[in-house]
């Protein structure tokens, strides 16, 4: 990768811009906000930058302290080729940069002063994503000093829940702010009903949400019932937020308006949105934040649900809860044991699991082999195709859509050898040889599998959808909804993209039969434990992994790295 060079950058900031640790808008933001205060030093402008990348990146801070042994530059996404210079940077010497930075008229380290970026401690910040932090801390610690009155449940004797369940519908029922999490399949869904309906004769007025529309249909259509009030939907809409403006219909002067509002998927929501959500909360309404901390997290800065979890005081005693759910009841136990040795870091157990298991396997693949001609992937995508074909032909759209959640390809990369795009053009033009009508060119043709980028009145960014031949030999769109299918126009999905493959993010939240993961090369950003875990447990029967053994075990030993103040510092 050709790093583009900022004109303005010398010494310093220029090496560290050549070495792909710093993109132009980081200098060019960072430069503007420090001319703005008169700073001209270029460590002060290099921490601001590197703060505003990480920001970029999806960390709220920089930690200055340990920058310069856990920084590293962004891969090139499309090869996952790294560049080697980032190891002989010239980082500043960490204290006197530290106090540079903090004598610096560009940073604040009181309260009262204002300042474009913000010192606390060792970790720099863009000074707004300071104050949601801290606003969002003080916040939960505020309705954790919150008694509720608890409301009582009795579990029948034959009834379904096991031992952690049963805490965590109790530990709902008895406080103000309730965290549960859980891998897939561990029954947050179950105890949300059973919760719903032991508050419905004292809360009745429930909002269900989640950050994507997808989800929230999920949880609205699943438990909906379980109260007379339900309102269901994005947490955008919940709050009332404007598009391109940062004011919301909903908060701190104007509460909403429910006794119980329930999260899902809180592991994709973003410091800004949770600070709104919380914010927009009565005193007495209740919330319920369910998640898996383990799965990649919100796209944009925060990683808030894993940080409550691993913070000693941000959801506590009298009033706030935490509950974990472990057992995972939907994918088979040899999944199950992967999953935990990857959460546990350890990579030696994940190979043994995987070389010891039946429903899982490693096959070995390099940047040079075209995936369509991987007799394991032919096989697997020949029998989805088959059947979601057969029954597309034969205009059955809820079985070409149960069909086709049978199996998945999924990549870590966009792009490049190991990508979506590259691994969904190979499938799909091999399969065009195997079958007949399966158009490679055809812009629409029957069984072709879409996967829904955009959000509209009809359908959820994140929907998948299959081309079925009616009666009357029209092509339609079966779009997969919770609520039932829904058929449309192909024409009203012209801009939905080829599903023979899809990314691991788009991936969450959603469960198939098997799953096919293309591992990201080794010395790839995306090639982290969160990913790992999140693909793997996507998958309720089997699994192939296609990549090396070592790709496997970096995988495993790299924690996504996500810098915040609320969880308190990084462990070493
Ligand atoms: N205690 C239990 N015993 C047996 N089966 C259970 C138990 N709890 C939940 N299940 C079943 O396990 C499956 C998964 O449960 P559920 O959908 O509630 O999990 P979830 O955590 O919400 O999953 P996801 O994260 O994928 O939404 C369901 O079919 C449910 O009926």
Request: a negative charge.
């Amino acid at each position: 990768m050709v790093a583009e060079l900022p004109i303005a950058a010398t010494g310093t900031l220029r090496t560290f811009c050549e070495a792909g640790m710093l993109r132009l808008i980081d200098f060019h933001l960072a430069r503007r906000l420090a001319q703005l205060t008169g700073e001209a030093d270029p460590e002060v402008i290099l921490a601001c930058a590197l703060a505003v990348r990480e920001l970029r990146l999806g960390s709220v801070c920089v930690d200055l302290a340990s920058a310069a042994e856990r920084l590293q530059p962004e891969a090139d996404l499309d090869d996952g080729t790294t560049e080697a210079a980032w190891l002989e940077l010239p980082w500043p010497d960490a204290q006197s940069w530290l106090r540079r930075v903090a004598e610096s008229a560009t940073v604040a380290t009181t309260p009262e002063v204002e300042a474009p970026f913000r010192l606390d401690g060792s970790l720099l910040y863009l000074d707004r994503y300071w104050r949601q932090e801290r606003a969002l801390a003080e916040l939960l610690r505020a309705r954790s000093g919150i008694g509720s009155d608890p409301v009582q449940v009795e579990f029948a004797t034959d009834e379904r829940l096991d031992e952690h369940q049963r805490a965590a519908v109790t530990a709902a029922l008895s406080h103000l702010t309730t965290v549960i999490t859980g891998g897939p399949g561990t029954g947050k869904t179950t105890i949300v009903a059973r919760i719903l309906e032991a508050l419905a004769p004292t809360a009745p007025r429930v909002a269900l949400c989640a950050p994507t529309g997808k989800a929230a249909a999920r949880l609205l259509q699943e438990v909906g019932g379980a109260t007379g009030h339900t309102w269901g939907g994005t947490l955008h809409k919940l709050l009332g937020l404007r598009p391109r403006s940062s004011g919301s219909e909903f908060g701190p002067d104007n509460p909403l308006p429910y006794d119980v509002v329930v999260v899902d998927e809180t592991s994709m929501v973003s410091l800004e949105l949770m600070t709104a959500l919380v914010s927009a909360l009565s005193e007495r309404s209740r919330l319920i934040l369910l998640g898996d901390p383990h799965q990649l997290r919100s796209v944009e800065a925060g990683a808030v649900l894993a940080d409550i979890e691993s913070a000693d005081d941000l959801v506590m005693e009298p009033g706030g809860s935490l509950a974990r759910l472990q057992n995972n009841y939907r994918s088979n136990p040899e999944i199950n044991y992967l999953a935990d040795a990857i959460l546990e870091g350890d990579a030696e157990a994940a190979r043994a699991a995987v070389e010891s298991a039946e429903t899982i396997e490693l096959v070995v693949f390099s940047a040079e082999v075209d995936p369509s001609t991987l007799p394991t992937l032919r096989h697997d995508s020949l029998a989805t195709a088959t059947s979601v074909r057969g029954h597309a032909i034969d205009g059955e759209g809820d079985a070409a859509n149960k069909a086709l959640n049978r199996h998945r390809v999924l990549c870590g990369h966009r792009e490049g050898p190991f990508g979506v795009t590259h691994w969904a053009r190979s499938l799909r033009a091999w399969l065009s040889t195997e079958l007949d009508d399966y158009g490679f060119d055809a812009r629409h043709y029957a069984g072709q599998p879409l996967l829904i980028q955009r959000n509209s009145d009809l359908f959820s960014n994140g929907d998948t959808a299959v081309v079925v031949r009616r009666a009357d030999d029209e092509l339609v769109a079966v779009v997969d909804r919770p609520e039932g299918a829904l058929w449309v126009a192909p024409s009203l999905l012209d801009d939905a993209t080829d599903l023979h493959a899809m990314t691991i993010h788009k991936s969450q939240g959603s469960q198939f039969d098997r799953v096919s993961v293309v591992l990201p090369p080794q010395g790839s950003p995306l090639l982290t434990r969160e990913l790992l875990y999140t693909a793997v447990t996507r998958a309720r029967e089997g699994v192939r992994l296609y990549g090396t053994w070592e790709a496997l075990a970096e995988a495993v030993g790299t924690p996504a790295r996500r810098a915040s103040g609320l969880a308190g510092p990084e462990p070493g």
